[in-house]
């Protein structure tokens, strides 16, 4: 039992310190390393994108020393500027994990962190993933205390919680005592940013990056004296309420070390918003089932709950706006039979088919639908009518992409965005991260 006089920084700064990979379940063990494997394939399948480009090049201008690698680039920075390009490059193309109770999106701003700093300080990969796990279930946990009002009132949940994260998993690589843990925390709560309203634009991948590079600067600031107020998470003028949100510390801390938050980790099979998958899956099954093609379709409707409407239903002015639509998910679906990286690039969001087939597309909210539920009915052009509902969507916890779906996952992603990559050298560096030597053989392989 937690004692009662604690604060939530100083629960969480003990749960850090303490924390060690022997320690993990197997189950956890494994999800970090499936975490990896999925971040660093999106974090290659957008190297050479050009917002990533343009980071890499802007924060050249002003970066320090050469620490640490830029995934799949070849490129060194400081390490906080590396971290803040890895996460970057890892949320970019929206095909990151998902903890779904909360749509944290987990690896992107604490998996860079805990590499940069990994490989700056000359530690091991058993660290770095030790690390990146107690820094990840901080992550969830604190957004966790906070769902659903805080994404509700436009922070996102991504950054705003990345960031305690991103600091508690350097401050373990940097080795600090419990104490110095909370007060990274603490300073973590004052570097704490993000916006919902920034979701279609390169802005709120700005906000992941930030995180992870933040959470450097909390952790460093701790390791030098810098101290925070004990309760900067939950007082009365603390971050959980300068947000409108009253901290539920029995999520935060309930079986805090037993119960694994980060376990209920998922991994997209699409590159879109997590709430759009339902509304693919249901698309491709008609396709499949009904062998439909797009001259066979007069109307489609979707249906679903007020978050996937509130987040889906949107007109599409460019390949962001796409990856968060109703009606392009719904249309890129039906016309190809496919939800890659190609059906969410310019080239097929303005394709004069796409535009056609998306204009048919309709969003209705139904309340008797469940969070992350779609139903999608085609009326068709012969008067019949069709449909299909998928309660569970693919890459969820009921229905989890294997360890070969993510292997593959990496392999497409690299084979696109970063062809001088040996995937299948990366992949094996990933599952042996944990064995002697390992964090330099997959910096070695990210690097080509």
């Known amino acids: 039992m937690l004692a009662k006089q604690q604060t939530a920084s100083s629960a969480l700064g003990q749960f850090s310190s303490n924390a060690r990979w022997e320690d993990y379940p197997d189950s956890v063990r494994h999800t970090a390393k499936r975490s990896l494997l999925n971040g660093v394939a999106t974090a290659l399948g957008s190297a050479r994108d050009p917002v990533v480009e343009t980071l890499a090049r802007t924060l050249r201008c002003f970066a320090g020393a050469d620490q640490a690698a830029l995934i799949g680039r070849g490129e060194r920075m400081d390490a906080p500027s590396t971290a803040f390009v890895n996460a970057v490059a890892i949320n970019l193309l929206d095909f990151d994990d998902t903890h779904l109770p909360t749509v944290i999106h987990p690896t992107a701003p604490v998996m860079p962190t805990a590499l940069a700093l990994g490989e700056w300080r000359n530690l091991s990969g058993r660290q770095v993933l030790e690390a990146f796990v107690?820094?990840?279930?901080?992550?969830?946990?604190?957004?966790?205390?906070?769902?659903?009002?805080?994404?509700?009132?436009?922070?996102?949940?991504?950054?705003?919680?990345?960031?305690?994260?991103?600091?508690?998993?350097?401050?373990?690589?940097?080795?600090?005592?419990?104490?110095?843990?909370?007060?990274?925390?603490?300073?973590?709560?004052s570097l704490s940013s993000g916006l919902v309203e920034n979701l279609p634009t390169a802005a709120k991948n700005a906000g992941v990056?930030?995180?992870?590079?933040?959470?450097?600067?909390?952790?460093?600031?701790?390791?030098?004296?810098?101290?925070?107020?004990?309760?900067?998470?939950?007082?009365?003028?603390?971050?959980?309420?300068?947000?409108?949100?009253?901290?539920?510390?029995?999520?935060?801390?309930?079986?805090?070390?037993?119960?694994?938050?980060?376990?209920?980790?998922?991994?997209?099979?699409?590159?879109?918003?997590?709430?759009?998958?339902?509304?693919?899956?249901?698309?491709?099954?008609?396709?499949?089932?009904?062998?439909?093609?797009?001259?066979?379709?007069?109307?489609?409707?979707?249906?679903?709950?007020?978050?996937?409407?509130?987040?889906?239903?949107?007109?599409?002015?460019?390949?962001?706006?796409?990856?968060?639509?109703?009606?392009?998910?719904?249309?890129?679906?039906?016309?190809?039979?496919?939800?890659?990286?190609?059906?969410?690039?310019?080239?097929?969001?303005?394709?004069?088919?796409?535009?056609?087939?998306?204009?048919?597309?309709?969003?209705?909210?139904?309340?008797?639908?469940?969070?992350?539920?779609?139903?999608?009915?085609?009326?068709?052009?012969?008067?019949?009518?069709?449909?299909?509902?998928?309660?569970?969507?693919?890459?969820?916890?009921?229905?989890?992409?294997?360890?070969?779906?993510?292997?593959?996952?990496?392999?497409?992603?690299a084979r696109d965005g970063s062809p001088h990559c040996d995937a299948d050298r990366v992949i094996e560096a990933v599952w042996t991260l944990d064995e002697k030597a390992g964090l330099s053989r997959l910096t070695a392989a990210l690097a080509g």
Not at 145 to 156: D, E, L, Q, W
Not at 209 to 226: D, F, H, K, S
Not at 365 to 390: C, E, F, H, I
Request: net charge neutral; hydrophobic share 50%.
């Open 209 to 413: 990056g930030n995180a992870a590079r933040n959470g450097i600067l909390a952790a460093v600031l701790a390791e030098a004296g810098q101290a925070a107020a004990p309760t900067a998470i939950e007082g009365p003028l603390g971050w959980a309420r300068a947000g409108g949100n009253e901290l539920n510390m029995a999520a935060l801390t309930g079986d805090l070390g037993v119960r694994w938050e980060f376990a209920r980790n998922t991994f997209k099979p699409y590159p879109c918003g997590i709430v759009m998958h339902a509304v693919i899956d249901a698309c491709l099954d008609l396709r499949a089932t009904y062998d439909l093609r797009a001259n066979d379709i007069a109307a489609v409707t979707v249906s679903g709950d007020a978050l996937l409407l509130a987040r889906g239903d949107r007109a599409v002015a460019n390949a962001r706006d796409a990856r968060v639509s109703i009606h392009h998910c719904a249309g890129v679906a039906l016309l190809f039979g496919a939800a890659g990286v190609r059906e969410f690039s310019d080239a097929v969001v303005f394709d004069p088919d796409v535009v056609a087939l998306r204009a048919k597309v309709k969003a209705e909210r139904d309340n008797t639908m469940p969070v992350g539920a779609a139903k999608v009915t085609v009326a068709l052009t012969n008067g019949q009518t069709v449909s299909a509902t998928v309660v569970n969507a693919r890459g969820s916890l009921e229905r989890p992409l294997s360890d070969a779906e993510i292997e593959a996952k990496l392999r497409g992603l």
């Open 134 to 189: 107690a820094g990840a279930e901080i992550e969830c946990r604190i957004g966790l205390a906070v769902s659903p009002g805080h994404y509700a009132r436009g922070a996102h949940i991504t950054s705003t919680c990345g960031v305690f994260g991103a600091a508690a998993a350097a401050a373990k690589l940097l080795g600090l005592r419990a104490d110095q843990v909370a007060d990274a925390l603490g300073i973590a709560a």
